[in-house]
């Protein structure tokens, strides 16, 4: 395959790196402190674009591939992870689902509302069920004419910001991963609720919280494909979640190593700037290589699904394990290099080093991503 960006893709990241010149990497450190993004903030950035950018053009978004989305992540979640997961959950999870497994009715009833500005959330994880899917306790039960929905979902990035929820729930007990269904929720459902917003150590500035439903009335139309197909739409969604995670991790990767090579040039120590010690500049060459690494990683996965191919749970497994694994590497490198100073919130790589630790937790643990790999080579 051509590494060479798409015109797209270019034009893309150049509007993704004007707007967090401007509004994000100024305002950042403030997010963080006060744990979220501002209204105002969201409402340019969807004007942009940023939070249609998998939307179909003929719903109103950008319809842009997933090279050119992964891109933007990249940018977005240098300037601010959180934010920058905010946009990804948008689209690579919520949008996703519906343009790959929802019918075109549904498409056509929610998409072009999220392209207009309403916000999407995810709800699969549990007390009991995370990496384990076929655990969850949530269930739907068939009313004739609607669905009745029970059961509490946690860790729900965008839940306080969300119009509308893709909620997984159990349909039939008894099936095991057959018996799992997903459901687009209105945020205004009777009966639907919200818990306090999690006080995270990194990704502050972005809303997660536990969504509770008691009795939630949800219309037959709102199932998302058929009955008993939720776990292929879940494992199906990661595939390109895994991809805006990677995309995160290499953004907050790119924004450390930036901030180690400028800070090496100006701290001097012997009578000279410490870029010139051996040092310095071998951790610096090592974390470059991992960052440029962990970048074609996740751009081959993006431009694999970007050719229809169905079955990339490897790729995406790959690239998310390795950005993952790396983001943390360089944001340690990173904070080592700028010694104290690097330990205190004056300096930006604290918070890098804060934001890169989720990247190896949600969307699959490292340790999921290894029994995904592996699992796919010796099936092979």
């Known amino acids: 395959m051509s590494y060479q960006l798409t015109e797209e893709a270019v034009d893309m990241r150049e509007a993704a790196r004007e707007f967090t010149e401007k509004r994000v990497y100024p305002n950042a450190e403030e997010w963080d402190a006060k ?7 969201i409402k340019e950035a969807q004007d942009l674009g940023f939070f249609g ?5 003929k719903h109103g978004g950008l319809g842009l591939s997933m090279l050119a989305y992964s891109v933007v992540i990249e940018e977005l979640s240098a300037a601010s992870a959180g934010f920058g997961i905010t946009v990804s959950v948008n689209n690579s999870l919520f949008v996703q689902a519906l343009n790959e497994f929802a019918t075109e009715s549904l498409q056509a009833k929610y998409l072009p509302k999220v392209a207009e500005g309403w916000i999407g959330a995810y709800c699969l994880s549990e007390a009991g069920a995370g990496t384990d899917i076929v655990s969850i306790g949530c269930t ?17 990035t965008n839940a306080g910001l969300a ?5 997984f729930t159990k349909t039939d007990p008894a099936a095991g991963r057959k018996g799992i269904s997903a459901f687009v929720v209105e945020a205004e459902s009777e009966g639907l609720s919200l818990g306090k917003k999690e006080n995270k150590l990194g990704i502050r500035c972005s809303d997660t919280r536990e969504v509770i439903l008691v009795d939630v009335k949800v219309p037959k139309e709102n199932l998302i494909g058929v009955e ?15 991809i805006g995670v990677g995309a995160q991790a290499v953004g907050i ?34 974390m470059a290589t ?23 749970h490897r790729e995406a497994s790959m690239a998310k394990l390795f ?4 983001a943390n590497y360089i944001a340690d490198q990173a904070l080592q290099i700028h010694g104290g100073y690097g330990y205190i919130k004056e300096y930006p790589v604290e918070r890098y080093f804060r934001d890169a630790r989720i990247t190896e937790i949600y969307e699959g643990t490292t340790e999921a991503q290894l029994m995904v790999i592996s699992r796919d080579l010796l099936r092979d």
């Open 253 to 286: 990767g790119m924004a450390a190593l930036n901030e180690a090579i400028k800070y090496s040039k100006e701290r001097v120590q012997f009578n000279q700037p410490i870029a010139n010690f051996q040092a310095i500049q071998f951790k610096i060459a090592d």
């Open 163 to 167: 119009n509308l929820f893709i909620v």
């Open 35 to 41: 744990g979220e993004v501002p209204a105002e903030i």
């Open 290 to 312: 991992r960052l440029e690494a962990s970048r074609l990683l996740v751009y081959r996965a993006a431009a694999l699904k970007d050719t229809g191919e169905k079955f990339i």
């Open 323 to 326: 950005a993952s694994q790396s």
């Open 140 to 156: 739907a039960v068939d009313k004739g004419d609607h669905y009745l929905l029970n059961g509490n979902k946690l860790w729900v």
């Open 53 to 57: 950018m998998l939307i179909p053009e």
């Open 228 to 242: 008993g197909d939720g776990f292929k739409t879940a494992v199906g969604i990661l595939n390109g979640g895994r």
